[in-house]
């Protein structure tokens, strides 16, 4: 299994609602939308940033109903649709909790609630999420590695 990675993303849109900030922009695997995380920098249109996911917030997981295993050779994917995020990856390890890649640079940790167990290494998965529900997480770290380049 590769590492756990942080994605880029590109801002394409930024949207205040309160004290939260929403963003939608560009992954190498598609669009997402979804509140913006970070200690050091505000969303700048246009600007790539390298993020990590935070999915399922609330509970912290995503319900089990919620997960669909997607027939066939599903192509992992990010997508928004109906006020959510659609998101179609490819689990590649079960431990405690799923690691599900979206793209090469997109491996991201999934806890499911309600779990059977049926979900093992090499299935792709679809599921739904509020965009309150997804996080873009932008770090120092990531910040540093980011001005470097």
């Known amino acids: 299994m590769k590492g756990r990675n942080t ?24 669009v997402i939308k979804g509140i913006w995380k970070s200690e050091t ?29 997607a027939s066939g050779q599903a192509k992992t994917s990010i997508s928004v649709s109906d006020g959510k995020v659609l998101f179609t990856g490819l689990c590649e390890s079960v431990e405690d909790i799923y690691f599900i890649r979206f793209a090469d ?13 049926t979900i093992k290494a090499g299935d792709h998965i679809t599921f739904y999420l509020p965009f309150e529900e997804t996080v873009l997480n932008h770090s120092f770290q990531t910040g540093l590695l980011q001005e470097m380049f």
């Open 105 to 117: 640079d997109g491996l991201e940790m999934l806890d499911i609630e309600n779990d059977d167990h």
């Open 41 to 69: 920098m505000r969303p700048v249109i246009g600007k790539s940033y390298n993020i990590e996911l935070t999915l399922g917030l609330g509970t912290g997981a995503v319900d089990r109903r919620d997960v669909k295993t």
């Open 7 to 30: 994605m880029l993303f590109t801002v394409q849109k930024t949207d205040n609602t309160g004290d939260v900030v929403f963003v939608t922009g560009e992954t190498r695997c598609g």
